[in-house]
C-alpha cells in the first residue's frame, strides 16, 4: 500500500474528520466566549470595580527608550483569558455531563429462561406418565 494511500485511509476515518470538525467548532465557540468576556462581562466587572478597564491593565517593565517600544506585562488580558477558559471549561463540562446522561440506557430486561432441550422435553414426558400410572 503506498503512503498516499495510507494517509488517505487515515484522514478519512470517522475519528479524524469528527476530531477536525470538533476543533473548528471549539475555535469559533471560543471567539464567542472571548467576545463575551471582553465586550459583554468585563465592562461591567470593570465599572463596578471604579472604572477599570482589564483588557489595557498592565504593569511597565522596561518604559519606552528611543524607537523602541516599552515592555509590559499584561497582567489585565490575563485576567480576561483565564475567565474565558473558566466558561470554555464550564461549557465543555455541561455538555459532557448531558452526554453521559444522555448514553445511559436503561439496564437490560432479563433475559427469558431458555427453552427445555428436546431431551427435557422427553424426559418431561416420561416423568408424567409415571405419575399417571401410579
Same mark, same amino acid.
Not at 54 to 77: H, M, N, P
Not at 104 to 117: F, S, Y
Given at each position: &500500500?503506498?503512503?498516499?494511500?495510507?494517509? =488517505?485511509?487515515?484522514?478519512?476515518?470517522?475519528?479524524?474528520?469528527?476530531?477536525?470538525?470538533?476543533?473548528?467548532?471549539?475555535?469559533?465557540?471560543?471567539? %464567542?466566549?472571548?467576545?463575551?468576556?471582553?465586550?459583554?462581562?468585563?465592562?461591567?466587572?470593570? &465599572?463596578? &470595580?471604579?472604572? /477599570?478597564?482589564?483588557?489595557?491593565?498592565? %504593569?511597565?517593565? +522596561?518604559?519606552?527608550?528611543?524607537?523602541?517600544?516599552?515592555?509590559?506585562? =499584561?497582567?489585565?488580558?490575563?485576567?480576561?483569558?483565564?475567565i474565558d477558559f473558566v466558561i470554555?471549561?464550564?461549557?465543555?463540562?455541561? /455538555? %459532557? +455531563? *448531558? &452526554?453521559? !446522561?444522555? +448514553? =445511559?440506557?436503561?439496564?437490560? @430486561?432479563? @433475559? @427469558?429462561?431458555?427453552?427445555?432441550? @428436546?431431551?427435557?422435553?422427553?424426559?418431561? *414426558?416420561? !416423568?408424567?406418565?409415571?405419575?399417571? !400410572?401410579?
Open positions: &500500500m503506498s503512503m498516499m494511500s495510507e494517509f =488517505k485511509e487515515f484522514a478519512m476515518k470517522g475519528n479524524v474528520v469528527d476530531l477536525a470538525v470538533g476543533v473548528i467548532i471549539g475555535s469559533a465557540f471560543g471567539k %464567542i466566549v472571548s467576545s463575551l468576556v471582553n465586550d459583554v462581562l468585563m465592562p461591567p466587572i470593570g &465599572m463596578l &470595580m471604579g472604572g /477599570v478597564d482589564f483588557s489595557s491593565k498592565a %504593569i511597565v517593565l +522596561k518604559a519606552a527608550e528611543g524607537d523602541k517600544a516599552e515592555v509590559l506585562l =499584561k497582567y489585565g488580558v490575563f485576567v480576561n483569558s483565564v470554555v471549561a464550564f461549557v465543555i463540562f455541561m /455538555v %459532557i +455531563k *448531558q &452526554m453521559n !446522561r444522555l +448514553k =445511559k440506557e436503561a439496564p437490560p @430486561a432479563p @433475559a @427469558a429462561p431458555p427453552e427445555p432441550t @428436546a431431551e427435557e422435553k422427553l424426559l418431561t *414426558q416420561i !416423568r408424567d406418565l409415571l405419575k399417571a !400410572r401410579s
